[in-house]
């Protein structure tokens, strides 16, 4: 079972353009993301999918430094993007990120994975039932599932999202949830805007130059210890799917 990560990325966000490259101690969010995404011990390779779009060059000259595959294919049918790079990259298993979440934790990563190995699933994830913070997200499932969606999704959001068409089948598709064991979803830890840049930049130079391996227990402490950081960027709503 080859598992590949797809980490869609690109510099023409709406809320905030070129944040995947914004620097926090002279490095780039993706670099960070990358790095930890690397530690994801069920992970056989990690894959940028980004765009044709020459806005999109400096992805692409970040990921070749790092060592990192990359893919580029359809700025908007992002559906599309993934099936060809699952298929360029030959995956039996698809692990979908995002490149907003640059504290992301391997270990939850490897949480999903195992738990899509270990069922009979089609399609397991930690984001529909909120428990994880916001950037802790990965969703899991097979390339025939992948593939039939990108066979016969049509609705905008569909192409756009990559699986709507799975998970809100499930009458077609087994679907499995992965939980925390506490309610942790008040937590933002994704970047879309200037004031989640300031708590992902904060979370950052407070841990990374000391222990850059950080994990979710070692996020959490931060907020016991400055409080008011839960509100920089309460306020912000995450777009939901269509828009």
């Not at 937590?187 to 708590?199: A, I, K």
């Not at 979370?203 to 400055?226: A, G, K, M, R, W």
Request: proline share 6%; hydrophobic share 35%.
């Amino acid at each position: 079972m080859r598992v590949v990560l797809i980490n869609q990325a690109r510099m023409t966000s709406t809320r905030l353009p070129g944040k995947v490259l914004k620097s926090v101690l002279g490095k780039p969010l993706l670099a960070y993301q990358l790095e930890r995404l690397r530690r994801a011990r069920r992970v056989d390779e990690c894959v940028v999918a980004t765009t044709l779009n020459g806005a999109d060059e400096p992805i692409v000259a970040l990921c070749r430094k790092l060592g990192v595959s990359v893919y580029r294919g359809d700025e908007f049918d992002v559906l599309d993007r993934y099936y060809q790079a699952a298929k360029q990259y030959a995956a039996d298993v698809v692990v979908r990120v995002t490149s907003d979440c640059p504290v992301i934790d391997p270990e939850i990563v490897d949480r999903v994975i195992e738990t899509y190995a270990g069922g009979q699933v089609d399609y397991v994830s930690n984001t529909r039932e909120r428990t994880f913070p916001r950037g802790m997200d990965s969703e899991v499932f097979s390339m025939t599932a992948l593939e039939q969606a990108w066979r016969e999704a049509r609705l905008p959001y569909e192409r756009e999202h990559v699986t709507p068409f799975l998970y809100q089948h499930p009458e077609r598709y087994a679907i499995g949830s992965v939980v925390s064991g506490r309610d942790l979803g008040l937590h933002r830890w994704t970047v879309d805007t200037p004031e989640d840049f300031d708590l992902i930049e904060r979370i950052i130079t407070s841990l990374y130059p000391e222990n850059p391996d950080f994990h979710l227990d070692d996020i959490l402490p931060l907020f016991d210890h400055h409080p008011d950081w839960l509100e920089i960027n309460k306020h912000i709503r995450q777009k939901e799917l269509g828009q």
